[in-house]
């Protein structure tokens, strides 16, 4: 979308210009670091930094974001720094895009064309494809004007009379019927993932969520000894990746998500809305973050609003505090544990607190889950269909009449399986 596939294999970086704003709403150190992350993306999308620029304003300017006069001076300092490509730190209306175009004579990219193009060369399974494929082209529809200004023209010559559509109107349309099969597509994708989780419902399912390079997929590698993908990069992990972790007495399921950002657009996490349901049904949250960072609460309330976006904010979270080999200052370190005294500390690669992890996590399993043996009877289809569709089984034996069944189950699904037993289903007198 915006750096080659030439650029994103390493034989010639693009060179960026990056800018943003700072004001009344938002500090100048603020910014800065916000300049920082963007930074950070541009190199991960494959791209090279070669200027900075922050300006002064206390909203963008209507027309140009910067202002007409910064304009020229970044078109300048551009020029001196042979960049060929500025991308602005806030998403850029149409007109903006266009004017700033015409102004530096550069191609133009915001912070969320950014993380699209990022998402595009990250996304590996049909579903994550398909999401960004439909952010792309959410992103591009009300900036055709900008992209396809060169085609909008009427049609003419032999033959090609005809509704007076201007080549923009048929890209609309085109583009419009492509978002309806996309949106489709995930659709269906999404009923498949949601029956694949339906048949993970007999197990407790904790999902892995923080602020983006924090160490979440190192962390899943560590505690299930496996080896997803897990780098120093901004969405080195897009797609969600389930595995089983055994704690001991019990067995869970964790799921590895899409790390958070600042400033990520409303209209990227909709489009995710199919990886987040990881989030939205996982049992309890696991949230990850970088205890070296100097950052980490500010990360930390991104990822709690994120969270009360997509209506998950409610549910069981354990704090977890990653890479407290790279804190500089102990007493940063003191004062987070003072501050969340009941969070883990710990270090994903070098495996520091893992034990007292998984001893919080199989706790949790064992809090949230009971074993069970009952006798049912083979008259009860419905209650011993709901065993196998909601508890773990460890053990089945059918007699005559009835079935001898061991199972392990969620507490609110076994008081819901008690009202579907009738008088003549025994349960053993004790619980496991």
Do not use: C
């Amino acid at each position: 979308m915006s750096f080659t596939e030439d650029q994103k294999k390493g034989s010639q970086p693009e060179k960026v210009l990056i800018a943003g704003l700072y004001g009344a709403h938002v500090p100048q150190q603020k910014a800065e670091e916000y300049l920082e992350e963007l930074q950070m993306l541009v190199n991960t999308a494959g791209g090279d930094v070669v200027h900075k620029v922050l300006q002064n304003r206390d909203k963008p300017d209507v027309g140009t974001y910067v202002g007409r006069g910064k304009l020229q001076e970044i078109a300048s300092v551009a020029n001196e720094k042979q960049a060929n490509m500025i991308i602005f730190d806030d998403d850029l209306s149409p007109t903006q895009a266009r004017n700033i175009e015409r102004e530096t004579k550069l191609k133009i990219l915001d912070r969320s064309g950014l993380i699209l193009d990022i998402f595009a060369s990250r996304a590996q399974t049909a579903a994550a494809k398909t999401q960004v494929e439909l952010a792309q082209l959410q992103y591009i529809l009300p900036r055709l004007t900008r992209f396809w200004t060169h085609l909008s023209r009427q049609s003419g010559g032999i033959g090609t009379k005809g509704p007076g559509e201007t080549q923009i109107e048929t890209d609309r349309r085109i583009i419009g019927k492509r978002i309806s099969v996309l949106k489709e597509k995930l659709g269906k994708l999404d009923q498949q993932r949601k029956t694949q989780r339906k048949g993970r419902e007999s197990i407790m399912r904790i999902a892995l969520v923080g602020y983006t390079n924090v160490g979440k997929s190192s962390l899943l590698n560590a505690l299930t000894n496996t080896s997803v993908l897990a780098e120093n990069k901004l969405f080195a992990t897009l797609d969600s990746t389930v595995r089983r972790f055994e704690t001991g007495s019990t067995a869970v399921l964790l799921s590895d998500t899409v790390g958070f950002i600042r400033k990520l657009p409303h209209h990227l996490v909709d489009s995710f809305k199919s990886t987040l349901d990881e989030i939205r049904e996982a049992d309890v949250l696991l949230h990850v973050m970088d205890a070296s960072s100097p950052s980490v609460l500010e990360y930390k309330a991104v990822v709690d609003e994120t969270l009360k976006g997509i209506e998950s904010d409610h549910k069981p979270t354990l704090l977890v505090f990653n890479k407290t080999d790279a804190v500089k200052d102990a007493e940063v370190l003191a004062g987070l544990r003072r501050e969340y005294p009941d969070a883990v500390f710990i270090s994903a690669s070098r495996g520091i607190g893992l034990s007292d992890l998984q001893q919080i996590i199989e706790q949790q399993a064992l809090t949230d889950y009971v074993k069970a043996e009952m006798n049912i009877s083979l008259q009860n289809f419905k209650a011993i269909s709901f065993i196998f569709d909601a508890a773990e089984v460890f053990f089945k034996k059918y007699h005559d009449e009835y079935i001898e069944i061991s199972f392990r189950i969620r507490k609110d699904k076994l008081a819901r399986l008690e009202e579907m037993l009738e008088p003549n289903d025994l349960i053993s007198p004790e619980f496991v």
